[in-house]
């Protein structure tokens, strides 16, 4: 079963574990170990941020080494999940599903592959995803943000919205748009983290770099009118909108292999990579575009966070919170 969200995670203190330097194992080399099976089809190629059109340029890169962290993310997501895709109580058949903000297009094409008589439409602002697809997935480039969309009335069964912090200027207009194109009885899933990096013990000492991590993106939501706080806003944004029956699941995901638990000591490895994987673009661009951070103190910053990621007697996890409703 999925965690609550709410427990303290135990911390593995076997001798296994702890035996060596007391650093985590170098993620450039065990990356390829852990995702064999996935790179084998789903490796895309580039090093470009997005430039879909004038003032819809999104803060997160869409290379190569971005492209490894969404799918690395979303195989840990995967197994903190228990191998669900989704949380909302979907029916046995969905005939259309919209995936917005699809990055690589990974969630869009298991769905598919999970559902082949269910129509399912992955829309993104750069054209990331691969050449091959099932035959009932498609990909579109368009710019969530941008209201009215172009599908009809009460068109899809089900809109899934994943890892869209600070991309959004106006979630009312996104919600309320999901309302109008879902059919009556069809649900909306936005799932997102919290980006502060917390820690159930005191292994997260004052001068951990970590402590800095998640006001470096609140604060740069606010500089920029796109906010990194977004499942805060959430359930309040969709009850406006219309929707019913809201429920919340709430993950925390370990970074690194210091849980105790088995499955959560795998989630934690895969973490570990992804966030490695994902650490310089996720901070360089707010902090020396939006911050003012020159680029020599960014970087000091990001291998303090990379030296601490490695740390074995650290114990940090973030949270993941997933929002679900239904249209009346």
């Given at each position: 079963?999925?965690?609550?969200?709410?427990?303290?995670?135990?911390?593995?203190?076997?001798?296994?574990?702890?035996?060596?330097?007391?650093?985590?194992?170098?993620?450039?080399?065990?990356?390829?170990?852990?995702?064999?099976?996935?790179?084998?089809?789903?490796?895309?190629?580039?090093?470009?941020?997005?430039?879909?059109?004038?003032?819809?340029?999104?803060?997160?890169?869409?290379?190569?080494?971005?492209?490894?962290?969404?799918?690395?993310?979303?195989?840990?997501?995967?197994?903190?999940?228990?191998?669900?895709?989704?949380?909302?109580?979907?029916?046995?058949?969905?005939?259309?599903?919209?995936?917005?903000?699809?990055?690589?297009?990974?969630?869009?094409?298991?769905?598919?592959?999970?559902?082949?008589?269910?129509?399912?439409?992955?829309?993104?602002?750069?054209?990331?995803?691969?050449?091959?697809?099932?035959?009932?997935?498609?990909?579109?480039?368009?710019?969530?943000?941008?209201?009215?969309?172009?599908?009809?009335?009460?068109?899809?069964?089900?809109?899934?919205?994943?890892?869209?912090?600070?991309?959004?200027?106006?979630?009312?207009?996104?919600?309320?748009?999901?309302?109008?194109?879902?059919?009556?009885?069809?649900?909306?899933?936005?799932?997102?983290?919290?980006?502060?990096?917390?820690?159930?013990?005191?292994?997260?000492?004052?001068?951990?770099?970590?402590?800095?991590?998640?006001?470096?993106?609140?604060?740069?939501?606010?500089?920029?009118?796109?906010?990194?706080?977004?499942?805060?806003?959430?359930?309040?944004?969709?009850?406006?909108?219309?929707?019913q029956d809201l429920q919340e699941k709430r993950l925390k995901l370990p970074i690194g292999s210091w849980p105790a638990d088995k499955k959560l000591k795998n989630v934690g490895n895969y973490n570990l990579a992804a966030t490695e994987a994902g650490l310089e673009g996720f901070a360089l661009?707010?902090?020396?575009?939006?911050?003012?951070?020159?680029?020599?103190?960014?970087?000091?910053?990001?291998?303090?966070?990379?030296?601490?990621?490695?740390?074995?007697?650290?114990?940090?996890?973030?949270?993941?919170?997933?929002?679900?409703?239904?249209?009346?």
């Amino acid at each position: 079963m999925a965690q609550s969200g709410n427990e303290a995670i135990a911390v593995d203190s076997s001798e296994a574990y702890l035996q060596g330097d007391g650093v985590e194992e170098d993620t450039q080399s065990s990356t390829a170990s852990l995702t064999d099976s996935i790179w084998e089809y789903r490796k895309l190629h580039g090093r470009t941020f997005n430039n879909f059109k004038s003032g819809s340029d999104y803060w997160g890169p869409n290379d190569e080494l971005q492209k490894e962290h969404l799918d690395l993310n979303h195989v840990m997501l995967l197994l903190a999940m228990d191998n669900a895709l989704f949380f909302a109580p979907l029916g046995p058949k969905p005939e259309r599903v919209l995936d917005v903000g699809t990055g690589t297009g990974i969630w869009a094409i298991d769905f598919a592959n999970e559902y082949p008589e269910t129509s399912v439409i992955g829309t993104d602002l750069s054209p990331t995803q691969p050449a091959w697809v099932p035959p009932n997935c498609k990909f579109e480039i368009d710019d969530a943000s941008q209201v009215p969309w172009t599908y009809p009335d009460n068109h899809f069964d089900y809109i899934h919205l994943r890892l869209m912090l600070g991309a959004i200027e106006d979630w009312g207009a996104v919600y309320r748009e999901a309302y109008r194109v879902l059919k009556p009885g069809g649900w909306i899933e936005h799932s997102d983290y919290e980006v502060a990096v917390l820690a159930d013990d005191a292994s997260l000492g004052p001068d951990s770099p970590f402590h800095q991590w998640g006001p470096i993106f609140y604060k740069a939501g606010e500089k920029t009118g796109r906010t990194f706080e977004t499942m805060k806003q959430a359930p309040g944004l969709l009850k406006e909108a219309g929707f019913q029956d809201l429920q919340e699941k709430r993950l925390k995901l370990p970074i690194g292999s210091w849980p105790a638990d088995k499955k959560l000591k795998n989630v934690g490895n895969y973490n570990l990579a992804a966030t490695e994987a994902g650490l310089e673009g996720f901070a360089l661009y707010l902090l020396t575009q939006v911050h003012g951070w020159t680029a020599e103190e960014a970087h000091v910053y990001i291998e303090k966070m990379r030296k601490e990621l490695r740390d074995r007697s650290k114990h940090p996890y973030y949270v993941s919170v997933s929002v679900f409703a239904q249209k009346a």
